[in-house]
């Protein structure tokens, strides 16, 4: 096998079992592994660390398939999906997140399930090379029927990899796809909707919301397919308003609130920022607001430009609030920490001249666990903040 020897010193983080190795600590490859191949990663001293996938574009050069010496085969992606799987409790029609890559062994490999179709990304070169091999560890579980592929991400980019996308085993479906969570129904797309086509993420914190809007008024910022928006309309929220700047995310928003004979709500297609600054300036207010953005920093290069735009939306999230409102404020950033998010939200709320505490810390649902020694797993995080009266 190809060998990546490490400066000296440089092995402490493998040591600690975190599974990226950047390319600054590598003194020496060993053969000529090409993108996606299987390397022995060992110390200066020589002693063995992990076999890792190769990257060679990207400044994350290799990551960690294993701890223990041995082949990376077919039968290694059988065995870890399978163990993967066997961690969920996948329900008839309940969306599930069966892979979230580094948590279950699997570094940039992410799968959704829901009913009998599981939703694939590829988004390391170990992953892409391994491609055949997940796609039949998926297939062969039981209940599915077929796998489709999303790798559109812009991290395949950083990894020198092109979008990938299409159906890699079995039939497409003849009928629409669609997910149940807490009792309510969705419509999953697929092939062109965000990411596998639904946040699982946000299942948990949904519910939450459920159960705080009795006869409120709700703002659902980034609303895409409506998740936190009909879980308003769901508890009786006495009115909902919910942006988005995709038209076909609001259109599926207000198809599923229709599919669920959910009453009417109000339905903006607007840049979220440009919305609140309108509703500032005609002196709307709110009782609830969520703001769910976008990854504003894919990586922690971006933080400082994301801080700012996470300050901004969360300043005019607490100015639309009426006294003793809640704001429920998520950073879904890889590149910023739970404590630097608290630390932006706490400098949103003085600037805004409001007095918030936080009722809970926020996180995505048990399907997406994080490794004790890979902080960067937690990449979802929120607060539910309630300001003073
Ligand atoms: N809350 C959603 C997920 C949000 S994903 C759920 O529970 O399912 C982020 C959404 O933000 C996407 O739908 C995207 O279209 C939208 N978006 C991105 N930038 C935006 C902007 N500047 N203004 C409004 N919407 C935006």
Redesign the pocket.
């Known amino acids: 096998m190809h060998k990546l020897i490490l400066k000296p010193g440089r092995e402490k983080s493998l040591k600690r079992r975190h599974p990226w190795v950047f390319s600054g600590a590598i003194a020496k490859v060993e053969g000529k592994p090409q993108l996606g191949d299987s390397v022995e990663v060992r110390s200066a001293d020589g002693a063995f660390l992990a076999v890792a996938a190769f990257s060679p574009e990207s400044q994350i050069r290799a990551r960690v398939w294993s701890w223990t010496a041995g082949d990376i085969d077919a039968a290694f992606f059988a065995q870890r999906i399978a163990r993967a799987a066997a961690a969920r409790s996948v329900s008839a029609g309940e969306g599930t997140r069966l892979v979230h890559g580094e948590s279950d062994g699997l570094p940039g490999v992410v799968a959704d399930r829901y009913g009998d179709t599981v939703v694939v990304q590829l988004l390391s070169a170990g992953a892409e090379r391994w491609r055949g091999a997940i796609a039949d560890a998926l297939a062969a579980l039981p209940g599915v029927a077929r796998v489709i592929e999303r790798s559109e991400a812009d991290v395949r980019e950083l990894e020198g990899l092109q979008p990938q996308s299409g159906l890699l085993r079995g039939e497409l479906a003849t009928g629409p796809l669609t997910v149940r969570e807490h009792g309510l129904e969705f419509a999953v797309d697929a092939e062109q909707g965000?990411k596998t086509g639904?946040?699982l993420d946000?299942r948990d914190n949904?519910l939450l919301l459920r159960g705080l809007v009795k006869d409120k008024t709700v703002l659902?910022?980034?609303?895409?397919?409506g998740?936190?928006a009909l879980n308003a309309l769901a508890g009786g929220a006495k009115s909902v308003t919910a942006?988005?700047?995709?038209g076909p995310?609001l259109a599926a928003a207000k198809a599923n609130a229709a599919r669920n004979g959910l009453p009417e709500s109000e339905w903006l297609e607007?840049?979220?920022?440009q919305a609140l600054r309108k509703f500032r300036d005609e002196g709307r207010k709110f009782d609830l607001i969520?703001l769910?953005?976008?990854k504003f920093a894919p990586t922690a290069a971006h933080a400082e430009k994301a801080a700012r735009a996470y300050k901004d939306i969360n300043l005019l999230g607490f100015r639309l609030l009426n006294p003793g409102g809640v704001l429920m404020s998520y950073s879904c950033s890889g590149g910023v920490s739970p404590d630097l998010f608290q630390k932006i939200v706490a400098g949103a709320a003085l600037d805004a001249g409001v007095d918030a505490r936080i009722e809970h810390w926020l996180h995505a649902s048990a399907d997406h666990p994080v490794v004790l020694n890979f902080p960067e797993g937690e990449y979802l995080k929120g607060l539910l903040l309630r300001v003073g009266v």
């Open positions: 965000h639904f946040y946000q949904r659902d910022c980034f609303c895409y397919c998740g936190f942006i988005d700047s995709s995310a607007a840049d979220v920022f969520v769910d953005p976008p």
